[in-house]
Every structure is written in structure tokens, then in C-alpha cells.
């Protein structure tokens, strides 16, 4: 059976007195969630409001491997983000993506994975995202949009089986930036983006048996609104990202974010440019992480200068993968 201490991941760290875990635990959307991504998720909520995790997005648009953010990452700083951020964006490459994500996990680290979704009757591809899709149709079943629909979720849900089947806990961020009107899951207003969550979130839960997902919800910083908010009960982690022009904390987004879902989930920073200063963090932008996006929004000096980028991963505040606790480290065999 397991213990208390079991259950928060073993950091001997008390619950914060948050009113999301005044009553016990804190639980996620997925009723039946693995081992793996409770003790996960708890680890977060005792971290929210007093450090965060330092997170980075690799490049998935060159076929020769990932890792470039990382070298460049450890030659700047000495150090290795808590948080690697995937991307199943071309088909020819998401093999290759979840045998990165599996040994980031194997080595300690923190899983986090997005979709580029390209419209479905059009094919995959970060331009196919920006292009239109008849959503409305595609909640319809019997239609030929529903199909294609489907089709892709069931074939992205296969690649989180592989996660989820070496015990991966990942961190889950579909359709992101959905309120603003440049990717299609965002252009045809809130009441069909919630429709497009539930059904995703049901279809991987109850068909797909997707236990290893936390749920993280992304607005596009310019448009924080509640319309869009699918509710408690199909989000683990709520955030947003502006791509900010300094190394502010990007209070106003957090406050943005907080007002809507208050203290019942973590609030991320789940997309940046400048990394924020970790001076500036608190109560008023307690990011439970931040995720640097890839290439030159890292590399850039203009972006993230690399004497602020060594200091910035040397603070207290920022936990970066040599802090992580060493349960994090997923093994191969039985899942838990």
C-alpha cells in the first residue's frame, strides 16, 4: 500500500496549503491514472510557489536528431533543463521523437509533448496547422472531416501508447495557443474548441487507455479568456505564453490565468522567448515552469544573453534535471 510519503514522490516535501490540496490529495482529470503521472503531478504541486522548473523545446523540423538545444544548453550553463519539450509534427520523425522522450525519461528527466496538428483533410506540418479545417464538421460523426479526424487522433493516441507502455509520464499539451486564430483548432471560437477537448480527452482516456498523460491547457497570451477554459475536470495544469521582448515574469499572463482557474491546477509558463529573471518570481508569477522554445529563441544572444542564461540556471529559485529527484527516473518493465 502506498504512503503518504509514497504518494508525493518521496521528497519528504509537505503539501502546500493550497486550496486545491486543503482536502487531501491532489488528483487528475484521468480517474485512473498511473502510478507514474500521480506521483508527477504531485511532485509539481509541492514545487508551485516556491521554485520552478526550468524547461526547453527542441527543434523538430531537421532530420538529423535532436539535442541541439541540450549541447547548447550545457556549453552555456553547465547544466540540462528539468523539462524537454517534443513535438509530434512529421510523421517521418515521431519515432525517432519518442525514443528521445523515453530516454529523457530514463535519465530523470521531464516529459512534455505538443501537436503541431496539420488539418486533417489537408496532411501533417506546421503550415497544415495554420491552414483552415471545418471543425464544425468534424464534430459531426458520419462526416468525412469527423473521419479524418479521428483518424489522427487514434494515430497520435498509438504514439502515447508507446510512452505510456515504458511507463512514461508526459506531460500532454494539445491543440496550444487555442485561443488565438492562427492554428485551425482555434479559428472556429471557444464553444468548438471545448468540443474538440472533451472528445480528444475521452477518446484517449476511456478508448486508448492514455493513463500516463497530464493534461496541460495553453491560451495564447494576447486573448486569456475563461470562454475557452473546458473546466477542471479535463485539465491538470493550465498556463500560457507571450513571447515577451525582455526577461520579465510575465505577471499580467499569469494573473490572467490564475483569475480563471484560481488555485485547483499549477499555472505554467508553457511557451517563452527570454527566459523570465528568477529574481522577478512570486506570487505574482509563480510559473510552475518555464519552456524556452527552440533554435534561436534560445540561441539568439539578443534573446537570451549567455551570462544571464548561466545565472538564470544557477539560481535557487530555477530547479534544473541534476536537482530532479532520482524517483523521476523511469525504468524499463512493470509500470507503476
Avoid at 486550496?19 to 498511473?34: E, F, I, T
Avoid at 471545418?134 to 458520419?142: K, N, Q, S, Y
Amino acid at each position: 500500500m502506498l504512503t503518504r510519503r509514497d504518494l508525493l514522490g518521496g521528497t519528504g516535501l509537505a503539501l502546500t496549503s493550497r486550496p486545491a490540496l486543503a482536502a487531501g490529495l491532489p488528483m487528475l482529470s484521468h480517474p485512473k491514472a498511473s502510478q507514474a503521472a500521480q506521483r508527477l503531478y504531485r511532485y509539481l504541486w509541492s514545487l508551485y510557489g516556491r521554485q520552478t522548473l526550468t524547461g526547453q523545446q527542441e527543434q523538430n523540423f531537421r532530420h538529423d536528431g535532436g539535442g541541439h538545444e541540450l549541447a547548447y544548453l550545457e556549453r552555456t550553463t553547465g547544466r540540462q533543463p528539468a523539462l524537454l519539450g517534443f513535438d509530434y509534427l512529421d510523421p517521418r520523425d515521431n519515432s525517432a521523437v519518442n525514443a528521445r522522450a523515453i530516454a529523457w525519461s530514463r535519465a530523470g528527466g521531464v516529459v512534455s509533448v505538443c501537436w503541431h496538428w496539420g488539418a486533417p483533410d489537408l496532411g501533417p506540418g506546421y503550415d497544415n496547422a495554420k491552414k483552415d479545417f471545418d471543425l464544425e464538421a468534424a464534430l459531426r460523426p458520419g462526416t468525412p472531416q469527423h473521419g479524418v479526424m479521428m483518424r489522427d487522433i487514434d494515430e497520435v493516441a498509438r504514439l502515447l501508447v508507446q510512452l505510456r507502455d515504458a511507463n512514461v509520464p508526459v506531460l500532454w499539451r494539445p491543440l496550444h495557443e487555442f485561443s488565438g486564430d492562427w492554428f485551425w483548432w482555434g479559428k472556429h471560437g471557444a464553444e468548438r474548441f471545448k468540443a474538440l477537448w472533451a472528445l480528444m480527452h475521452q477518446r484517449f482516456c476511456e478508448t486508448h487507455h492514455l493513463d500516463n498523460l497530464i493534461w496541460v491547457l495553453g491560451w495564447a497570451g494576447q486573448n486569456v479568456d475563461a470562454a475557452w477554459y473546458p473546466g477542471r475536470a479535463l485539465v491538470d495544469i493550465a498556463g500560457a505564453d507571450l513571447y515577451a521582448s525582455d526577461h520579465g515574469p510575465l505577471s499580467s499572463i499569469f494573473a490572467a490565468v490564475k483569475a480563471i482557474v484560481g488555485d485547483s491546477v499549477p499555472i505554467c509558463l508553457h511557451e517563452n522567448g527570454p527566459v523570465p529573471d528568477p529574481d522577478l518570481l512570486g506570487p505574482a508569477a509563480d510559473w510552475v515552469w518555464f519552456m524556452t522554445w527552440h533554435t534561436g529563441w534560445l540561441t539568439d544572444p539578443a534573446q537570451n544573453p549567455p551570462d544571464l542564461l548561466r545565472r538564470y540556471f544557477a539560481s535557487d529559485r530555477y530547479v534544473t534535471k541534476d536537482e530532479l529527484p532520482a524517483w523521476l527516473q523511469t525504468r524499463s518493465g512493470r509500470r507503476g
